[in-house]
């Protein structure tokens, strides 16, 4: 076999390598990004996750946290490598940029309401004898079997690594077609079944199925307009949900019906402020976008 032979067998298999990442003669990171990110985030959660169903309840608190908190590197890492393959370095640069971004006080305070509010509630709970700091700290004893101070760790990994990915990426990808509303539902959708795993060893079915998509739609809502609202923060966006997860998915007190209502009321003031604009004929809203790709495509 001659040289040129080989030569042209060994790029005849490049192109056919190549042409597994091509959508219609463009490169899949190109043409159908929202399409490859969600199948890298499913990929990459669903293969952590799924494995942990049958030995959940058997595995000591520790193994099991870690495990179960490693789920929540799929969205960042879809990010980053859909991010990573359209801008290079450049993109990255800008996606960590948005991780550290301050965006004034005002965003910090929006931010930090789940934390005021168990700050405000708390201390009430603890003069009335409704929810003491003993009973807090038992409360913590019991759910992680006497490693208390595993509790912080589900909501610290999965409130900055689901973030890199869902505002990071997918909400300002999204807003390039659709405004801040419609961007929020498929958001909600695609997030809601990433849960999948979980619905199994994490959550009751029936909550997964009927109130947890309600949930995840009025969080959406908030994170979707804190995040335009300041200038594209994934840092506030972070804050918002870590915070939000230590204070509602913890047995907190009355904090946890407080900040239920607060945020019941946030999501209707943004859906008045939509259906605002959307009365003026601004449909265009104030959004942050992600400028790669063709504006026509996801």
């Known amino acids: 076999m001659s040289d040129e032979t080989?030569?042209?067998?060994?790029?005849?298999?490049?192109?056919?390598?190549?042409?597994?990442?091509?959508?219609?003669?463009?490169?899949l990171f190109k043409s159908k990004p929202t399409l490859l990110y969600i199948i890298l985030a499913y990929g990459i959660t669903w293969m952590i996750l799924f494995p942990l169903i049958p030995f959940y309840d058997q595995l000591?608190?520790?193994?099991?946290e870690f495990w179960h908190v490693l789920g929540s590197f799929g969205p960042a890492i879809a990010g980053i490598i859909v991010i990573g393959k359209w801008k290079g370095k450049e993109g990255i640069k800008d996606l960590l940029k948005r991780c550290?971004?301050?965006?004034?006080?005002?965003?910090?305070?929006?931010?930090?309401?789940?934390?005021?509010?168990?700050?405000?509630?708390?201390?009430?709970?603890?003069?009335?004898?409704?929810?003491?700091?003993?009973?807090?700290?038992?409360s913590l004893k019991t759910e992680y079997l006497g490693y208390m101070w595993l509790f912080p760790f589900s909501s610290l990994f999965y409130g900055i690594f689901e973030e890199i990915g869902w505002r990071g990426f997918l909400l300002p990808n999204l807003q390039r077609r659709?405004?801040?509303?419609?961007?929020?539902?498929?958001?909600?959708?695609?997030?809601?079944?990433w849960h999948l795993p979980m619905f199994f060893y994490r959550y009751d079915l029936v909550f997964a199925f009927t109130v947890m998509p309600l949930l995840l739609f009025s969080g959406?809502?908030?994170?979707t307009y804190l995040f335009n609202k300041s200038g594209g923060s994934l840092l506030m966006v972070m804050l918002m949900h870590i915070t939000y997860d230590l204070v509602s998915a913890n047995n907190t007190g009355t904090s946890t019906i407080v900040i239920s209502v607060c945020w019941v009321i946030l999501d209707v003031i943004i859906?008045?402020?939509?259906?605002?604009?959307?009365?003026?004929?601004?449909?265009?809203?104030?959004?942050i976008v992600l400028n790669i790709g063709e504006d026509d495509e996801n």
């Open 6 to 27: 080989l030569n042209f067998r060994n790029k005849e298999l490049y192109i056919e390598r190549d042409s597994l990442f091509k959508f219609h003669g463009k490169s």
């Open 100 to 138: 550290l971004k301050y965006s004034g006080i005002m965003s910090l305070i929006i931010a930090l309401i789940p934390l005021l509010v168990f700050l405000v509630v708390f201390p009430i709970d603890q003069l009335t004898g409704n929810f003491t700091f003993s009973m807090l700290i038992e």
């Open 60 to 64: 000591n608190p520790v193994i099991r």
């Open 178 to 193: 659709w405004n801040a509303l419609i961007s929020s539902v498929i958001i909600t959708v695609i997030w809601w079944m």
């Open 220 to 223: 959406t809502l908030v994170f």
């Open 271 to 287: 859906l008045a402020l939509y259906y605002r604009n959307y009365r003026r004929n601004r449909i265009v809203q104030e959004k």
